[in-house]
């Protein structure tokens, strides 16, 4: 597609379910990151995937938090036993490549999820 | 540890005035500096970046923004807003290096109104 999706658009759940969010690249962009953003704050950096290699893993709040991509494509972000203060909107971006060439890191941004946890 | 800090939280304006949004980080080191812009009910969007040379950057919309290293700001202006100006703008920075290039660390945001 032209641009990054997320899907669900909204999700509300009660305490101490697990979602799941999913998340849609650009076609051919090799690298993916979540972030969130809670109410009245900046963005959150969460976890970034380049390609093959391992994720970085080091944003995430909890180990309630996982997130994996498949075939090198869609990603699904999943939080488990949720708690009202992962409330949020979960935005997912991509990227091309990888390295420290300043045209290739340029972020695209989806629309996001917005979780209500009850 | 690196953060980036928006001097303002709301800035309320008129039309044809000029608008400047702070930026500051606290990286030492080599960055790239990035404000994005998140429209009412939009999803965020890039107005400009700035990887290296001329540290006055142009981006869309007419917006501007001056890379001041000794001061380590990033500032954001625009001589003239516009109503369709009103947003949430967000100031970001990376760090230049290969094993922290995918994160990028966000200010809190400026809520900018612009009324008619």
């Known amino acids: 597609g032209a641009g990054v999706s997320q899907s669900p658009s909204n999700k509300v759940t009660e305490k101490g379910k697990d979602v799941e969010l999913r998340c849609d690249p650009i076609?051919?962009?090799?690298?993916l990151y979540w972030y969130r953003q809670s109410l009245g704050q900046g963005l959150e950096f969460l976890i970034y995937?380049?390609?093959?290699?391992?994720?970085?893993k080091s944003g995430l709040p909890s180990d309630r938090f996982s997130a994996e991509r498949t075939g090198g494509s869609v990603s699904t972000l999943t939080i488990q036993r949720t708690q009202q203060e992962d409330s949020a909107v979960y935005l997912c971006?991509?990227?091309?490549?990888?390295?420290?060439?300043?045209?290739?890191?340029?972020?695209?941004f989806g629309p996001g999820t917005r979780l209500l946890v009850l | 540890a690196q953060s980036v800090s928006q001097h303002n939280h709301h800035v309320i304006l008129s039309e044809a005035a000029s608008l400047e949004l702070g930026c500051n980080y606290s990286y030492g080191g080599t960055v790239n500096l990035f404000w994005y812009v998140q429209y009412p009910g939009q999803h965020l969007q890039l107005l400009l970046k700035y990887f290296s040379g001329d540290p006055l950057v142009k981006g869309i919309k007419g917006f501007e923004a001056e890379f001041i290293k000794s001061k380590f700001s990033f500032n954001l202006r625009k001589p003239s807003v516009q109503w369709s100006d009103t947003a949430e703008y967000f100031c970001a920075v990376n760090k230049a290096r290969q094993d922290s290039w995918g994160k990028l660390q966000f200010g809190a945001g400026t809520q900018v109104v612009v009324t008619p």
């Open positions: 971006a991509s990227s091309l490549g990888m390295g420290l060439a300043g045209p290739l890191l340029i972020y695209a």
């Open positions: 076609s051919g962009h090799t690298a």
């Open positions: 995937f380049q390609g093959n290699s391992a994720p970085d």
